[in-house]
Nanobody, 123 residues
């Protein structure tokens, strides 16, 4: 049974930082690309960042996250991370990690999803 468990969310002031983690089990982690998505109240789920499988030589970011967010992975610990700096109130959302076979910004190709972790950025 595949499980993705996010952690690291919380309340932070604008300009602050958070590091999200997503621990995976029940799959060969290194064979999956990993993505981060978020969903704010009343809005659709949107792409945040993604990292390729294996050597993780490729990453992709939504334009509004470039330069502020960094995605990385540890294939020994079966964990993907999202370092978020210079947070803004508009970054407030539930953040989800997802595992899939291709590196993409689209949600539908991802096979497995976590339950999400809340990030709240106060002004």
């Amino acid at each position: 049974q595949v499980q993705l468990v996010e952690s690291g969310g919380g309340l932070v002031q604008a300009g602050g930082s958070l590091r999200l983690s997503c621990a995976a089990s029940g799959l060969t982690f290194s064979n999956y690309a990993m993505g981060w998505f978020r969903q704010a109240p009343g809005k659709e789920r949107e792409f945040v960042a993604a990292i390729s499988m294996w050597s993780a030589s490729m990453t992709d970011y939504a334009d509004s996250m470039k330069g502020r967010f960094t995605v990385s992975r540890d294939d020994v610990k079966n964990t993907v991370f999202l370092q978020m700096n210079s947070l803004k109130p508009e970054d407030t959302a539930v953040y989800y990690c997802a595992a899939g076979r291709i590196l993409t910004s689209r949600a539908s190709p991802y096979n497995y999803w976590g339950q999400g972790t809340q990030v709240t950025v106060s002004s």
